[in-house]
Every structure is written in structure tokens, then in C-alpha cells.
């Protein structure tokens, strides 16, 4: 997909059952997909959430009996938007196939068959953010042929454009090097009557060569002749290009009796080059990326990106000084060119971001892309930097792309690049990261292994540690209360969030082990702050692997005896939609944490789409309200009268609940008056390594 793993999928289901509703939500989210839903319970409903809310997908019960099928294809077709439909069948026959495809449904899937449910969901989002990205890209490129238009207009360099040998477009300088006063007198001329007779038939045979596809010569070289027939020198330049859709020759026309040649050349060569590393800038790399992402596109070449990043830059900022950054990216850039120049004529650098550099392999496959990255390691890791009066070790972390036909957007190149260079630096640094899309299960083997041996490493010998975040009582209680944070160490001090590494310690078993050391550390700092006589309480989230795990619960039970912790000071929060999709193992789990006095809160409390029927198999201690309804909560009328809901109903219950991420006073001073009970967010208090926040 072209979204991120992070991206929410606003999803309409269209479901006579609440339930059947609730099982497409969890099966996406079972499948890592963020879902924001809605359900319409009514054609009236339908109608009104069309036309306010931002819809990606719509799912629709072909057999629905409160909104008829007919009626959702026809509110969707009169929106005038574009929104697919994935027809949702009991059973489905060609009949019924037919019908629905004519009807303007993009797929058609069983409701017994989830996992084609959720690949025809995927396709179909997938389809409808392509199309999006791609009217976006259309307006992008009517805003840039505009700001181009205007460009030519303005610049002073004699520039026009040419079709089968006539002028279709030519800018002011142009018409006043040949004494033309508008770009009618020339529109439809030949390009051979603005050149001196005794070179027409030389020119002539040139733009026959460039019609037949030749590549065109650099620099040609003539007499001209203007309105008046008057001689001059003039040098030509030309460039493959579009005017409005249609192939044409952009033409640079430059007299040459006002024109010196050398000086011409090392100011382009100044314009080229960034000034501190010597190498060329990001402008002039973009264009030769382009250029070989283009190659690539129609032809079977194959080309090469690497960004290279210096290891831990900011430490050795910070070691050698900032008056000294100049100084580090121009021995770093110095390094990189050496082993550039081995390469030969096929590879050139560049200073592509603040302390990013950037290397473009010609005519290179996988092999020799991985045999260049190596040496650059290499070249970086061997020999001291002499830096000023201070020497040090620098390494560098590599992101690279193989450029096939499979990834041939400049965008994608970059991106995938960029992704490598963090996902290199996270794991250590020192180290190349290549995507190559004909062999990304090699290359993704080998990124989720490094990743895999670096949780075990930091579970085997104390990697992680916990960040805490006071949670504030709204209702006078004035109990030291924190939420605990996992945070994985880095090589450079830099502290990983889990959603980087979380999905992979869930595919590789690793998450029970992960529950255990959080819990068992909680546990134990909970036991430190009792006898120093600072009763806490600390919510510690645990994943839904320890729901299956009937071992954790007698841990716990062991590990509140060791460090005499009365098992009221510890809250367990679970993720609501992981109970929902695991609710008798949750029950269990609950059951038996609450024999110890423990206690469950419900994380993310009010995204399902009745999330208040989960209660009713399930009593928690806490709700910790979705963040979703507390973003923009002062300005959104429905968040308030949402959370206002979610507070009066757990009251009602027994329940307490908590706002987090509270990002404003306006968001607080709507909080008070909701009848929420705790809140956190970094307005309050940020997280950190210390508990020290005065709760009286």
C-alpha cells in the first residue's frame, strides 16, 4: 500500500449487526490496520456521514434491510466523490457478481471469508489512494508547468521550444535577440530561418537527427541572422522536453559575441558544487536522479541511490564542537568522493541534506551496489577524521535503493532511502540498509534478524528502560499515580519508541517475554518507592500475547510477594480491541490478576463502534479514553459531547477514566468540565526516567 502502517483507514460499514460490524474492525486491526469506523444506521445517517466525514472505503451488506444496498450506491454515486464500495455477500453467484459490478462496486467479497474481505479492503484503498495521489500529483504538475511558464518568461537566457522543426513557444529574450516584438511573428516559423545560409544544410540535417531520436550534441555552434538579416555568432543548446503534452526540443540560443565560454563554464561549475564539501549540491543531484529514475522507467537499466549519514552526528557535534560542523561534513565528503571517484564516470556525489551526502550508481546491480556501500563502510570506519586540531572515529549508517522498473518514482527512491538510513542507524550504525524490490524478502530477512538479536540483546541484558508520566486526578485525589513507558536503548543514548520494533517482537514470540520484563521491573520500582515511602501506582501496558499466557498472572503474583507490593499499586491496561477479538482469554486474564487486587484498564476506550457493549463480558477498573476524541477536543462539539458520554457512563458503572495526550489549556479547561477522572499529556508533565512530580 502506499500508506503508512500508521495511516487510519476511515471505514464505513453499512451492517444490519453491531457485531458482524465490530469482527470486519477487529480483523483489520488484528491485521496492524488503524481504523477509524463508522456505521450508519439509517439512509438518513448515511446520507449525512457521506457528505461530512472523509471516507476512504465503504463496506455494504448487499442484504442489508435498514439501508438498502440500491440506496448506498446511490447516495455514493450522487456524492460526486470517489468512494469504493466493497459489496459484502453470504453467498455470491454470477448473477449477483454481475449485478453489483454494474452497480459500481470495486470488489465483492463473502462475509464468511475474512481474510479476502481484508485483502479486497486493502485493494481497493490502495486503488482510491493511488487515484488521490495521482490528482494530486496532476494539480502539482499544472502548478509547476505554470511556475515554469513564468520562469522562462522572466529568465534572460533566449529560450524557445520546438516542434517538428517550428517555433511553439519563445520568451522575451528571445524575441529581442532576433528583433521580433511578439512571439506571433515567429509562431509556426521554421528554426532554420533564424540561421545563417551557409549553415542551413548542416542544421538541417542536425534536427532531422534529433526527430529520429539522437541524442542531442551538447553545445552546436553557428552563425545566426535576425529580423534584419544581420549575422551573429551564436551557440546553441538543446534539451529534450514537453510543451503541453507534446515531445519538443527546448532550445537555449546564445550570441557568442557577448559571450565568454570560460567564464560561463565556472559559473555553472560553482552553481553545481555545494561550497563546504566540495560535491555537488542537492539541486544538481535531483536532476541526475531524475534523469536515471526516468531511464530506468523505459528501458531494462538499472541505477543505484545511497544516503549516507555519519553515525551519531549530534554526539560528535557536541564532542568536537558546532563551530566545527563545516569542518566534519568537509572530511566526511572528502572520504566519500575518494571511493566515488574508484567507481569511475558511472557515480557521482552530493551533500544532499544538512549532514546527509548522497551517492548515484550508474549502470550498477545489486552486487556491485552492496560491493560500493561496503567500501564506503569501509573507508569510513578505517581511518581516523583529522578534523581541525582533533581527530575521531566516524562510521556511517548507509540507506540504499536498487532502481528497477519496480520502484521507478523518485519519490519512492527517496523514501525508501530514507528509511534505510534510520532503520541502519537504529540498529547499531556501521551498516547498510539496501532495498531492492526483486529482492525485498532477502533484504527484509536480513533488517528483521538485526532486529530480532537486538531485542534478545536487550532482554538478556538490561536494553530497555522505563519512562514514566504522572497522571493527574481531575477529582481531587492527590495519590502519586504514573504511567510506565518501555524504551529500548541505542548505541548513541537515543531512545527507540516500541512502535518501531513492537510488530517484530510480536511475529518472532517475543512479546510474553517483553510483558515479563516490564511488569517485573514496574513491580520492583513500585516496591522501592513503598519503602521509601512513596506509595505509586503505575499503569504498565501488556500485550495481548499475555492474555494466552496463564503463566504471567502467577509472575505477577510472585513478584508482588518478593518486593511486598499489595497488588492494588499496579494497573494493567489493555488495548480494547484486543480484548474484543480475545475476550474469554481476557476474562481469564482479569479473573485471575484481580485474585492479587491488581487492576485492568482498557486502553483506547470508545474506537470500536459500541464499545460500551464489551463492558457488559468485562468490567475493567479504568477507561483510558480513545486519543482520537481528544485531539481538537475545544473546537470539536462532538468530541466534548463524546467524551462527556464515555465519563457519565463509567461513572454510572463504577468505572474511572482518563484523558491522555492532553496538548493544550483549551483541551484541559474542556476536561474539567466532562467529569473525567485523570489526565496526562505532555501540557501536564512530559515523560521521563525520574518520578518526581509534586502531586499535592
Not at 568537509?330 to 548522497?358: P, Y
Request: charged fraction near 25%; include cysteine.
Amino acid at each position: 500500500m502506499s500508506k503508512s502502517q500508521d495511516a487510519a483507514l476511515r471505514l464505513m460499514i453499512v451492517d444490519d449487526s453491531v457485531e458482524a460490524a465490530e469482527a470486519i474492525v477487529s480483523t483489520l486491526r488484528n491485521a496492524g490496520i488503524a481504523v477509524r469506523p463508522l456505521r450508519p444506521a439509517s439512509a438518513d445517517e448515511l446520507a449525512t456521514a457521506i457528505s461530512t466525514q472523509p471516507i476512504d472505503v465503504v463496506v455494504a451488506e448487499q442484504a442489508s434491510a435498514s439501508v438498502p444496498f440500491a440506496t448506498v450506491m446511490q447516495q455514493v454515486l450522487a456524492s460526486g466523490k470517489d468512494l469504493p464500495v466493497v459489496a459484502l455477500a453470504e453467498t455470491i453467484d454470477e448473477a449477483g457478481y454481475v449485478d453489483a459490478m454494474t452497480a459500481g462496486v470495486r470488489a465483492v467479497a463473502l462475509r464468511e471469508r475474512p481474510q479476502l474481505l481484508l485483502a479486497a479492503i486493502r485493494e481497493v484503498w490502495a486503488d482510491v489512494e493511488a487515484r488521490r495521489a495521482l490528482r494530486r500529483l496532476e494539480g502539482r504538475l499544472r502548478e509547476t508547468e505554470r511556475r515554469c511558464d513564468a520562469l522562462i518568461d522572466s529568465s534572460r537566457e533566449p529560450i524557445a521550444y520546438i516542434h517538428e522543426g517550428m517555433h511553439i513557444r519563445a520568451n522575451q529574450a528571445y524575441l529581442e535577440m532576433f528583433g521580433y516584438d511578439d512571439f506571433e511573428d515567429v509562431e509556426g516559423m521554421s528554426l532554420l530561418d533564424m540561421v545563417a545560409p551557409q549553415h542551413i544544410e548542416g542544421f538541417r540535417q542536425l534536427l532531422k537527427d534529433l526527430a529520429r531520436g539522437d541524442a542531442p550534441p551538447p553545445r552546436h555552434e553557428l552563425e545566426a541572422r535576425d529580423i534584419n538579416g544581420n549575422a551573429f555568432p551564436a551557440a546553441m543548446e538543446f534539451t529534450q522536453a514537453q510543451y503541453e503534452g507534446e515531445p519538443c526540443l527546448q532550445v537555449i540560443f546564445r550570441r557568442q559575441d557577448t559571450f565568454d565560454p570560460e567564464l560561463a563554464q565556472e559559473i555553472e561549475e560553482l552553481r553545481q558544487r555545494d561550497q563546504v564539501t566540495g560535491l555537488f549540491n542537492r539541486p544538481t543531484f535531483l536532476r541526475a536522479l531524475e534523469d536515471a529514475v526516468d531511464a530506468v522507467s523505459q528501458g531494462s537499466v538499472q541505477h543505484a541511490l545511497l544516503l549516507v549519514e555519519p553515525d551519531h552526528y549530534q554526539h560528535l557535534l557536541a564532542d568536537i564542537g558546532l563551530d566545527s560542523a563545516d569542518a566534519i561534513l568537509a572530511a566526511v565528503g572528502a572520504r566519500l568522493q575518494a571511493v566515488v571517484e574508484a567507481e569511475g564516470e558511472d557515480a557521482i556525489a552530493a551533500r544532499f541534506g544538512e549532514h546527509t551526502l548522497a551517492v548515484l550508481l550508474r549502470n550498477s546491480d545489486h552486487t556491485r551496489t552492496q560491493a560500493t556501500a561496503a567500501r564506503v563502510l569501509a573507508a569510513f570506519s578505517a581511518e581516523l577524521f583529522e578534523i581541525g586540531e582533533r581527530s575521531s572515529v566516524i562510521t556511517a549508517s548507509i540507506g540504499g535503493v536498487q532502481v528497477g522498473e519496480k520502484i521507478a518514482s523518485v519519490s519512492q527512491v527517496l523514501a525508501k532511502a530514507t528509511e534505510g538510513v534510520a532503520s541502519a542507524s537504529g540498529t547499531g550504525g556501521n551498516r547498510l540498509e539496501l532495498f531492492d524490490a526483486s529482492a525485498v524478502d532477502r533484504a527484509e530477512e536480513e533488517h528483521i534478524q538485526a532486529w530480532v538479536t537486538r531485542l534478545r540483546d536487550a532482554l538478556d541484558s538490561e536494553g530497555f528502560v522505563l519512562h514514566y508520566q504522572p497522571v493527574i486526578s481531575l477529582q481531587g485525589d492527590t495519590g502519586a499515580v504514573y504511567e510506565a513507558f518501555l524504551r529500548l536503548k541505542s548505541d548513541d543514548g537515543e531512545l527507540i519508541k516500541p512502535l518501531t520494533f513492537l510488530q517484530i517482537a510480536e511475529e518472532h514470540g517475543l512479546l510474553w517475554e517483553i510483558d515479563r520484563y516490564v511488569v517485573g521491573h514496574t513491580i520492583a520500582v513500585i516496591g522501592e518507592r513503598i519503602r521509601a515511602g512513596r506509595p505509586t501506582t503505575l499503569l504498565v501496558k501488556v500485550s495481548q500475547a499475555s492474555l494466552h499466557d496463564d503463566s504471567l498472572p502467577r509472575y505477577i503474583g510472585e513478584q508482588l510477594l518478593a518486593h511486598g507490593v499489595p497488588g492494588e499499586y499496579l494497573v494493567l491496561e489493555l488495548p480494547e480491541a484486543k480484548v474484543f477479538t480475545h475476550l474469554k482469554a481476557a476474562q481469564a486474564f482479569a479473573a485471575a490478576i484481580g485474585r492479587l487486587d491488581c487492576r485492568i484498564a482498557l486502553e483506547h476506550f470508545g474506537a470500536g463502534l459500541d464499545s460500551f457493549q464489551l463492558l457488559a463480558h468485562l468490567k475493567p477498573n479504568m477507561l483510558k479514553i480513545d486519543p482520537g476524541f481528544t485531539e481538537d477536543l475545544a473546537k470539536s462539539a462532538d468530541n466534548q459531547q463524546r467524551v462527556r458520554e464515555i465519563a457519565g457512563k463509567a461513572r454510572e458503572l463504577g468505572i474511572q477514566t482518563m484523558a491522555e495526550f492532553v496538548s493544550d489549556a483549551a483541551t484541559m479547561s474542556v476536561l474539567f468540565g466532562t467529569g473525567v477522572d485523570y489526565v496526562s499529556g505532555h501540557f501536564l508533565a512530559p515523560s521521563g526516567p525520574d518520578m518526581g512530580y509534586d502531586f499535592e
